[in-house]
């Protein structure tokens, strides 16, 4: 048994889509969540990541991108990288090709380049109208962010598991819109973005990344999993530490969804509701959670 899940509505069907069908055709796990990811990466009508994807401040795309498996711990990220995509393979070959776990800026871009990977700019019409409307308004980030994550999500997030058993956890975002440049969130970080341990399970972040990160969200959930809570309940010790230890960030969603090596998951949202894919065998279902509160 194959068991996949993806964050958010229109962006998370894309790409557990396309992480099935690379499965379904023989794909390892690891390159199975890549593919997902890349797919929705290049796919210009998702503004969470990739290429049209919500740009920082200067009108610039950022990207940010991770990946781990859960049997050695071998992690791979990228963060603030411009002009490149797909950004989850250079975070692969970060983890497969050097001796680190991240590479950060031009010089990640640069290491892209060495892969051959060719430069592109990443803005479309759609996102320079968008940032023309908010260099214009000025809007209030954070009721761009409500309204935005409503459907489409801030960040893709991904979890595999197989028999094993194996978990494989693995991020890809454009991270906080309109953001100052050079910010990076939660996404790329190994611990607040994503955590994997065989012996325990995996679990991902979406939303609020400054907020996320502090509560190092993603390894307090495979933590509290570790120490025998099921995936819900891991997931809403996790939500619930943050609305009560950072109540400041309620300004924002955040999310954090888990899955224990038995296939069993969860997620725990505060402020609005969290749409989570989930695939098992090429059976898909979306899964709604609604808000938590103390
Ligand atoms: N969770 C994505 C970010 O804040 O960058």
Known sequence: MTTLLATWDRPG??????????????????STLEQGLATAELDENLIAIGAGSVPNS????????SIMEGREFRSGAVCAVTDIVPVI??????????????????????????????P?????????ERYAEWLKTQPDVAAYVHAS??????????IGLEEGPHVVAASSTSGLPFKLPGRVGDSPIIGAGIYADDEVGAAGA?????????????????????????????????????????????????????????????????????????????????????????
């Not at 050097?98 to 640069?110: E, K, N, Q």
């Open 13 to 30: 069907e894309v790409a557990i889509q396309s992480a099935w069908k690379a499965r379904s055709q023989g794909a390892d796990l690891i």
């Open 58 to 65: 200067k009108g610039i795309i950022e990207l940010d991108a």
């Open 89 to 118: 393979s250079v975070a692969r070959a970060v983890m497969e090709k050097t001796p680190h776990v991240m590479l950060a800026g031009d010089r990640a871009r640069d290491f892209a380049l060495s892969l051959g990977m060719k």
């Open 120 to 128: 592109r700019d990443l803005s479309t019409e759609n996102s320079r």
């Open 149 to 158: 994550t409503d459907k489409m999500g801030d960040t893709i997030t991904m």
């Open 206 to 294: 979406t939303g609020n990344g400054e907020a996320l990160w502090r509560e190092v969200a993603s390894l307090r959930a495979v933590e509290a999993m570790a120490h025998g809570m099921t995936p819900q309940q891991a997931c809403e010790h996790v939500i619930r530490h943050l609305i009560r230890r950072q109540p400041e960030s309620l300004a924002l969603p955040s999310v954090v969804f888990a899955m224990n090596v038995k296939g069993e998951f969860g997620a725990a949202t505060c402020i609005s509701p969290f749409q989570l894919w989930v695939c098992r065998d090429g059976e898909f279902e979306m899964v709604v959670f609604e808000p938590i509160s103390l």
